[in-house]
């Protein structure tokens, strides 16, 4: 801050490349397994078959599109009860505030789709090109055939990856086995290959060359994150008051003033958003804990405690450096916030689950015909049209017994009813329209009154399973 | 101006000389990528208006250099649903209606597009919900009463040939004389007062006693003995509660002084043939069909 600069500075900084060592710790194993784990579910899912009987997909997990149906397991959800998938994202939602402000970006850290594939796209790179000093070598080298080859060996496989990662989910919303058949012999539909090239096109992008830089700059979540995280939030944290002053030699005059951290850079080698966690906080940290796993190893070797790298709030921080003891974690998981969260996040998934039982598998509604209200017969009866749309929701047709309920006399007759009187057959997994006529004599109570309230049924006559309506009966008044 | 410059020390560049709290909006100059944008978006707006209709004129618009039109798209569009139809309405204009089963493919077309040739051809005058207009005299077709009958065969007759009109000879007709020029206005009276005694409502026992004989007398060659009406006259049933004007004393009383002359036209000539097809089996399903 002595001189101004002669010229303006850039406002622009160019990526610095990152290449994060490898490192072996619990963290590091939690991640593996994380991973396998994750893409296992991603790839196999459509894979998977459930046996739903002659009329239906026999595919555990399929987005019907075209027949507007999503089948999970045991579960069918129509389009009318899209409400379950909306409860499904609030809870993912409520879920990802609990994790934030117990844990911060844990999702970040573990499980969001970039780190993971990230991850195993730096997994490839080590197999390939070796480890970060190796890397770095051949970054700095000129083109040879030697890089040409590693690279394009490197490329070639996070494209197979990338393929594999966009082939998986167009499986998820058709039949997979014959999708697949159908890609292999290139009579596929033009919108899979299309989605496929995409999938893989940003699969490798992301996940090969611009990495850290999609959670620095495209993703909104680690803002939103920022937001819900307070002083109680477990982040990975530097103990400063353990470490420093850091230095190297320790053998050196004076060695016995200096803290814990020998600054042999671990951390910042096997980091992969390329920051130094000893700064403190940063934006950029997404909270993979590997830097824990790489300073608890060197820790080990110099025969000091593990933990100068760990799970820390900023409250601890603070009290730590005052000379408090370090606080369990478990003070940090449970306070009236997460509790809070955990109950929401729970009441949600239960309703959830106990409307998907109570759910009924007839679904009726009912349009009255409005124009006009009610027509008056020759003997002087009122008769009211209505609309019905009885949904069938299982796999087998079923016959339907039209009735109504209502404290006045009222008549029901069924327009379209098959050889029983006021009855109908709806198709299995099909909606039928049904047009009934209600009536009331003429010295009835309800052909006089303005309306008359009453409720129409269909009921299953094998089962005896029912859906009512209310809707109302216009009368002459 | 020019020597006016307010540079920002930072970036080196000038500013807008706007001063908000201390913060000044650096005055940076569009980047080219985005203006040579923008004079892109004006050439394409030109040729634009060139190749499509754009210009107004006083009668008209310039018509493009494409020839491009949205009506002649839409007329496109109804051509290839007429070819795709094509099948099944020609089965539709040949079939016999009373033996035509509700399952055929051309008797669902039939409803269905009865159901449009209904809207834009007779809800004029029998509302769009087929419910008629009584101040007009118009005809309610979801009831179970029919002048003219309400078979499939009679329905397709009427929308065919239409009532008293002049342009088709084998139209419907019937004409109610005018009582006025008949009957006394006591004699009507008494006469009224028969006929609401008739449809069960309340009237002038006394007065109804002297309009029963003038009723046999003068109504029921057309309206019958008990006036349930005569169906190939197309007189109408006196003894129901269905009224096409009206079935109060006043009505009833206009309707006998100076009779009542509904006419419809005939629709043979305006209509295709599976049109008139379609309109009478989507009529016949609408709750009143015989």
Redesign the interface.
């Known amino acids: 801050m002595t001189q ?1 600069p002669a ?3 850039s ?1 622009y900084a160019a990526r610095e490349p990152i290449f994060p060592k490898r490192v072996k710790g619990t963290f590091r194993t939690l991640k593996w397994w994380i991973m396998g784990v994750t893409l296992a579910i991603y790839y196999l899912t459509p894979w998977i078959r459930w046996d739903r009987g002659p009329n239906l997909p026999d595919q555990a997990v399929l987005i019907d599109l075209a027949g507007r149906r999503f089948y999970f397991l045991w579960i069918e959800i129509w389009p009318h009860e899209f409400y379950f998938v909306a409860g499904l994202l609030i809870m993912a939602g409520l879920g990802l505030f609990l994790f934030t402000s117990a844990l911060g970006r844990v999702w970040c850290g573990y499980t969001c789709p970039q780190t993971v594939w990230t991850d195993l796209f730096i997994l490839v790179e080590r197999w390939i090109e070796g480890d970060r000093n190796a890397r770095v070598r051949l970054w700095n080298a000129d083109w040879s055939l030697r890089k040409v080859r590693l690279r394009v060996t490197k490329w070639a496989v996070w494209f197979l990856i990338a393929l594999a990662t966009g082939g998986a989910w167009v499986f998820y919303f058709a039949d997979a086995p014959t999708l697949a058949g159908q890609l292999l012999t290139f009579s596929a539909p033009l919108v899979a290959y299309s989605t496929i090239l995409i999938l893989a096109a940003t699969t490798f992008v992301f996940g090969g060359f611009m990495r850290e830089q999609v959670c620095n700059y495209m993703c909104p979540w680690p803002r939103i994150q920022a937001a819900m995280m307070d002083e109680s939030t477990l982040t990975v944290a530097y103990r400063h008051w353990r470490g420093e002053p850091r230095g190297k030699h320790r053998k050196a005059e004076g060695a016995d003033q200096l803290g814990d951290c020998i600054d042999c850079m671990a951390c910042v080698n096997v980091c992969p958003a390329g920051i130094d966690i000893r700064d403190g906080q940063q934006m950029e940290c997404i909270t993979c804990a590997l830097c824990i796993d790489a300073c608890d190893e060197i820790m080990e070797r110099i025969g000091k405690p593990r933990g100068l790298i760990d799970y820390l709030a900023l409250s601890d921080e603070e009290a730590e450096t005052q000379g408090a003891k370090p606080r369990p974690i478990w003070q940090h998981v449970l306070r009236p916030r997460t509790i809070l969260y955990t109950s929401m996040w729970s009441l949600i998934g239960v309703a959830l689950v106990y409307a998907l039982f109570i759910r009924s598998d007839i679904d009726l509604t009912v349009e009255p ?4 209200q009610f ?6 009866a009122v ?1 009211n ?1 209505y609309t019905l749309r009885i949904r069938n929701l299982t796999a087998d047709d079923r016959d339907f017994r039209v009735m109504l309920t209502s404290d006045e006399i009222l008549r029901i007759d069924v ?1 379209t009813d098959g050889p029983v009187a006021n009855h109908v057959t709806v198709p299995a997994n099909e909606t039928m329209q049904a047009r009934i ?1 209600v009536i009331a004599r ?1 010295d009835d109570p309800a052909a006089d009154a303005v309306t008359t309230d009453l409720r129409l049924w269909v009921e299953d006559v094998e089962t005896d399973d029912r859906a009512g309506v209310s809707t109302i009966f216009n009368g002459k008044g | 101006m020019a020597d006016n410059k307010d540079i920002d020390e930072a970036t080196g560049t000038d500013t807008t000389g706007h001063d908000w709290d201390g913060i000044k909006e650096l005055n940076n100059p569009l980047p080219r990528w985005w203006l040579w944008c923008f004079y892109g978006t004006i050439v394409w707006g030109v040729a634009y208006t060139i190749a499509y209709p754009a210009w107004p004129l006083v009668n008209s618009a310039t018509a493009g250099l494409l020839g491009y039109s949205t009506r002649a798209e839409v007329a496109e569009q109804i051509a290839e649903v007429e070819a795709q139809n094509a099948e099944v309405a020609a089965v539709l204009a040949s079939a016999d209606l009373s033996t035509l089963s509700p399952d055929d493919p051309a008797h669902r077309y039939g409803v269905a597009g009865g159901a449009s040739v209904f809207l834009a051809n007779c809800s004029q005058c029998h509302g769009a919900g087929a419910a008629g207009v009584q101040a007009g005299g118009y005809p309610n077709l979801l009831d179970d009463a029919w002048l003219w009958g309400g078979s499939l065969e009679d329905i397709e007759y009427t929308v065919r040939h239409g009532i008293r009109n002049d342009t088709d000879p084998d139209a419907r007709w019937s004409e109610m004389p005018v009582f006025g020029d008949i009957l006394s206005d006591e004699e009507i009276g008494q006469t009224v007062e028969y006929v609401l005694a008739l449809s069960g409502q309340d009237h002038d026992a006394a007065l109804a006693e002297q309009g029963l004989v003038l009723f046999e007398e003068q109504c029921t060659a057309c309206h019958g003995d008990a006036g349930e009406g005569i169906r190939d006259l197309g007189a109408p049933t006196l003894n129901d509660a269905i009224w096409l004007y009206g079935g109060d004393r006043e009505t009833i009383t206009e309707t006998i002084t100076y009779s009542r002359f509904g006419v419809m036209p005939a629709w043979g000539p305006r209509l295709d043939e599976d049109e008139i097809k379609a309109v009478t089996l989507y009529l016949h399903q609408l709750g009143g069909g015989e």
């Open positions: 101004p010229s303006p500075p406002l015909v409005r124009n006009p027509v008056t017969l020759s003997d002087g008769r049209t327009e006529y003429p």
